[in-house]
Structures are given as C-alpha cells and as structure tokens.
C-alpha cells in the first residue's frame, strides 16, 4: 500500500508499567480521507497529535462515527500477530453500511492496519498479558448542519499500549442488571460499533458504578427481560452443562471473542444455546444452583468471570464469587492462542512482518 510518512524528529519515552487500558498513545496514527469524487485518498503515517475540525463538522452534531477494537500480540516466539483481524473488518463494514458511511474493504482495513503496527512494532509491549491495542475509527467530516448523509469522511487508527487486564490473575466482578435504561432494540443499531450506542449507555453504567459494580447486564429494549449483553462485553452463562447466550439478532455486538470462544467451547464438547434468557429464568437457576458459572468475553479482559448479579434488589452469587474451572481453560486456551504459546489450530492469527 502506497501512503505518505511524516516522520517525528524525536520519540516518546515507552512507559514500563502500570499501562492500565487507554492511557497511552504512540508516536504515530493513520489517517486517509473519504469524498464521493475521490473514493479513499490521502493515505498517511503522522506523528500522533491533535487534529483540527470545523465547529459544524457534522459528527459533532449528529454522531455518524464508527470504531472498532482488535490487539497487536508479542508473540512467545518473539513474532507479531494480529488476531483475526479479518471478524474487526468485516464488523466494521456492516457498521458503517448500517451508518450510511463509506465501506472499507476488508483488505484495506487490515492493510492499513499492518503498516501502522510495522512502524510501531516497538511499542507492543512485552510483558505477561499485555498487548497494543488497536483502535481504528470512521466520523464524518463534512462541515455542515442539517441532519443528512455526510458527502465526505476520515478514517483514523491510533494504538495504546495496554496492560493484562488482570494483573493478579482472572478475578470475578460484580454487575449491574439495568431495568430501566435500554442499550438497543430491533432496528436500532445495537449490532453496529458506533459512539452513539455507548454515548446512550453511560446513564445506566454511572449507576452501576456508584453501586459499586463494574459493568451493566442489558435486557432487551422492548420488554426489559431477555438478557442481552454486558457493557463492552457479550455474556455467556453455564447452566447444567448447556452454555446459554443471547442471538445474534439485531441487538446485540457480534463480538470477535464471543465468536472463538463459542467455538472453542464446540470443540471441548459443550451444547450452545443462543437463544432470548429472561432475567427472571436467570436469577431462578443463580438461586437454585443450576447456573454453574457466568462471564462476559471482550478483546480488552478476553473473559471476565461474573461473581454477582444484582437485579431488583435481589442478589445472586455465582460459584461462591470465585473464578471457575471452565471460565479459565477457556481464558487459558484463547490467550495462549493470541500470544502463540500453543498452535494456531483455528488458523486465527495474523503475523505481521
Ligand atoms: C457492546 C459490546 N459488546 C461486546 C463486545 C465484545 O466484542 P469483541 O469480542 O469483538 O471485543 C464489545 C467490545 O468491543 C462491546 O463494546
């Protein structure tokens, strides 16, 4: 791919610890421009930096903006791998049809990608579990009001080195169910990642927070009493020994780790069930035993084990708020696959070189 690099004169200090998650940039970005007359232009590499946009920019009235989240892996054999960044591309086509925005091919996507972790393979951190985490996003920016499709558009990708999620091993965490503020509903754009999904969540996450808990289980938007999905995570319960998750219908992010993970989970034999769980059917196997165990998967934590779920003034714990044995052989087994300590057996890693 052809692009134009402006190099910095002079690098960033790397940090060495406490990374924690978004806190650091690195020395460059990509950007490239969209018009209707030009198609995809004006590819480049430049330094990291502040960028500039008229007070009418339409995304900052009408939010038409997409993003998406994938990692860059070091390697135990000391090479980089992105993990199938293929799912992040094809997400982020169907994100930015459903936004009305201009498509980038898969193959451009993940183009544009690899020449930034090129330039910036010395930031992927090494240290156990940490990553460089990949943030490549769409906004409209034409200057203009008026609630319209926008005739022109930037495509950025910016990189954060990040920290395990869990420096002192997998720990459970306490959620919110959310009973009165919805996430998405049928026809929305709850299966898209745009900024207005998480814009709209944040009341309910501000809630579960001042609680004291992590994150919000969603239920549906119509009824409020089918369990959808956790704030930045997709929900998978164990109940008996059948895993129970919501369908991909409309409502719910078609995560990349909610993929593997229910793929792994065939190959070691387990019954998927993706179907519409009330919360109440929920609640009802977390008192009488038969929910085993619970965790959201995303690209940031990979597995989040949940130890509670609060609801309406009743709490249910879960597998004596401890990890569980299934929770993580599979955190074990997809992470050993992303930093290449075992075989690619699913073919899900990228090398970048
Ligand atoms: C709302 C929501 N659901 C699920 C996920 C998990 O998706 P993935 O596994 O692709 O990170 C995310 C994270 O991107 C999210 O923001």
Not at 11 to 35: A, C, H, Q, V
Not at 53 to 66: C, F, G, K
Not at 127 to 153: C, D, Q, T
Not at 264 to 274: A, P, R, S, T
């Amino acid at each position: 791919m052809e692009f134009e690099f402006v190099k910095k004169d002079k690098l960033k200090e790397k940090p060495k610890k406490n990374l924690g998650f978004g806190n650091y940039f690195t020395d460059y970005m990509f950007t490239m421009d969209y018009s209707d007359e030009k198609g995809w232009h004006n590819k480049k590499i430049l330094p990291y930096g502040e960028i500039s946009v008229s007070p009418s920019t339409m995304v900052l009235h009408y939010a038409q903006e997409t993003f998406e989240g994938l990692k860059a892996y070091r390697g135990y054999d000391g090479k980089i791998y992105l993990f199938r960044p293929d799912m992040n591309a094809k997400r982020f086509i169907n994100s930015n049809k459903r936004m009305c925005m201009p498509e980038i091919s898969e193959e451009l996507f993940i183009d544009c990608v690899k020449e930034l972790i090129k330039v910036e393979k010395d930031w992927i951190p090494n240290g156990e579990g940490e990553s460089l985490y990949i943030r490549p996003f769409m906004f409209a920016n034409e200057a203009s009001l008026g609630v319209h499709v926008a005739k022109s558009y930037k495509f950025m990708i910016i990189l954060s080195p990040v920290g395990a999620y869990y420096p002192e091993g997998v720990n459970p965490i306490k959620i919110y169910v959310e009973d009165e503020y919805v996430r998405a509903s049928l026809g929305g754009t709850g299966f898209v990642k745009c900024g207005g999904n998480y814009a709209a969540s944040l009341k309910g996450q501000e809630r579960a927070e001042k609680l004291g808990y992590t994150q919000v289980l969603w239920l549906d938007g119509v009824e409020r009493k089918y369990v959808e999905e956790v704030g930045s995570m997709n929900a998978m319960f164990l109940i008996d020994d059948k895993i129970v998750t919501a369908p991909l219908l409309g409502t719910v992010l078609p995560g990349v780790t909610r993929d593997s993970i229910l793929t792994i989970l065939k190959d070691f034999g387990f019954e998927i069930v993706e179907k519409h769980l009330s919360i109440d059917e929920l609640m009802e196997a977390g008192k009488n035993g038969r929910l085993k165990e619970a965790f959201g998967t995303g690209t940031a934590a990979v597995i989040s084990p949940i130890g509670e779920l609060y609801y309406r003034g009743e709490e249910v714990i879960i597998n004596d708020f401890k990890t569980g044995a299934l929770t993580q052989k599979l955190y074990d087994t997809l992470t050993a696959i992303q930093w290449a300590k075992s075989e690619d057996k699913y073919k899900w890693r990228l090398e970048v070189k």
